[in-house]
């Protein structure tokens, strides 16, 4: 069995839709995990940003726009008066609950506004199924709320999971092909709750391994992930395969491809992500595995909108803890770094999410000369780093003679080298590695 998930854009409209359902109909009997179409998710949190400020009617015209679209997308997607029939009921069932939700005039909390994002992939997925069985399917749609939950810290419950989704694969041994919606779930209470958004992804993954799946597909609509960033990039090629350690790189540095939480369930069980192209459903793609990388380098990424914060210490001289009390400010200000690098006399550390900026300097002071850097950009170069490789750390830097780097990183895992640069040397970085470091 394969999970295959198809993101926004796949489903993007009727006609698209029909062409998931050619790809997905091949005789095996797999489990498709669809995301909201294309645009649903977002209209959905405007629709909640104006429940928070009680502004009833902003919401409810968000949701006639909405309900409009999809009248549209159903006369396209169906043929026949009975499923036509059936989609009018799906809808008119979401929308209602989605009015309902708008028109109460109780205070609006998170847990309204996750259940009003649940709805994209309720509706995707219920009229796509419904499509299937129009043209002859046994298609079953599996509701993801009934297996996918979260533990108390917000992990994918895995022995609930793997129970709950065997219970309904039971229930339909005569499907041909099951259908799921990505991205919702419930949370440890039972609350209706969500994977983050992009979070369809991890859906997949997370099923991929709770049933031990042979594959578990991403399709999008490129080519795979590709070697270096073709918005600043020409003549960029998608890889053919990576480990999983440079995919997890790659997706948290910027490729956008696969959503970084996709990984880690996918290679702990060991189930190979293929990352699929819709438009070109035979190309290769690029395949992650547990596969040890063969001595290159293989792709290049850039994380934008960073910050750089370096503390410099006398008292880090010969003492022990400094970087232990450094490490727990950030924590304490729920802040994650993505680099470090140290000398005797200070470290320099990278943030991208500076809501907590003030408070983390002002903590950082007592201990010793703060000076931050805004506008900075990551960027990663991903390959077999293993320390034994000579050569590498070399072409990397040498590719980079001209540019100004704030801060390298390399040693952390066996897969990357992070190079700090400012943001207007970005364009510039990604060019001079693409041009230096494959081969
Ligand atoms: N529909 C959700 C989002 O837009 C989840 C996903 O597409 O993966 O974030
Ligand atoms: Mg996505």
Not at 328 to 334: G, H, L, S
Request: hydrophobic content about 40%; aromatic content about 8%; proline content about 2%.
């Amino acid at each position: 069995m394969k999970i295959q998930k198809f993101g926004g854009t796949s489903v993007g409209s009727a006609q698209r839709m029909k062409e998931v359902a050619k790809l997905i109909l091949n005789g095996e009997r797999n489990i498709v995990v669809l995301s909201a179409m294309s645009g649903t998710t977002n209209s959905l949190v405007e629709i909640s940003n104006y429940l928070y400020k009680r502004n009833n009617s902003g919401a409810l015209d968000v949701i006639n726009q909405l309900s409009g679209k999809y009248n549209s997308v159903i006369k396209e997607l169906y043929s026949s008066k009975m499923a036509l029939e059936k989609g009018v009921e799906i809808l008119q069932e979401q929308f209602d609950s989605l009015r309902n939700i708008a028109e109460s005039n109780r205070n609006f909390t998170l847990f309204d506004e996750k259940i009003i994002l649940a709805h994209g992939e309720l509706i995707s997925t219920a009229l796509f199924n419904n499509y299937l069985v129009e043209i002859g399917i046994k298609s079953v749609l599996l509701p993801a709320l009934e297996f996918m939950k979260t533990d108390k810290n917000d992990e994918p419950d895995m022995a609930f999971i793997k129970e709950n989704i065997a219970l309904q694969l039971d229930a339909h041994k005569d499907a041909e092909i099951f259908i799921t919606q990505g991205f919702i779930c419930r949370d440890y209470q039972g609350e209706i709750s969500n994977l983050q958004r992009g979070g369809s992804d991890y859906t997949a993954s997370i099923l991929g391994a709770a049933l031990r799946a042979d594959e578990i597909q991403i399709w999008t609509d490129i080519d795979g992930m590709h070697n270096n960033d073709p918005r600043f990039v020409e003549g960029t090629k998608p890889i053919a395969n990576l480990h999983f350690e440079e995919a997890a790189e790659l997706a948290y540095f910027g490729a956008k491809i696969l959503h970084p939480t996709c990984v880690l369930p996918a290679k702990q069980a060991n189930i190979p992500v293929r990352l699929l192209n819709t438009m070109e459903p035979k190309a290769h793609g690029t395949l992650i595995s547990n596969e040890e990388p063969k001595k290159h380098i293989e792709a290049i990424a850039a994380k934008d909108g960073i910050t750089a914060i370096k503390i410099k210490s006398g008292r880090m001289l010969l003492a022990y803890g400094f970087l232990g009390k450094v490490f727990e400010i950030f924590a304490r200000n729920r802040t994650s770094i993505d680099m470090v690098t140290t000398s005797e006399v200070g470290v320099s550390v990278t943030i991208d999410d500076t809501r907590n900026l003030e408070r983390i300097l002002e903590d950082l002071r007592k201990f010793g000369t703060v000076t931050v850097d805004k506008d900075m950009v990551i960027i990663c170069v991903v390959g077999d780093m293993n320390f034994e490789n000579i050569g590498f750390q070399a072409k990397v830097v040498g590719a980079l003679k001209d540019i100004p780097v704030r801060m390298i990183s390399y040693g952390g895992s066996n897969y990357n080298i992070s190079l700090l640069v400012k943001a207007e040397d970005k364009k510039r970085a990604l060019n001079a590695l693409s041009k230096n470091v494959f081969d």
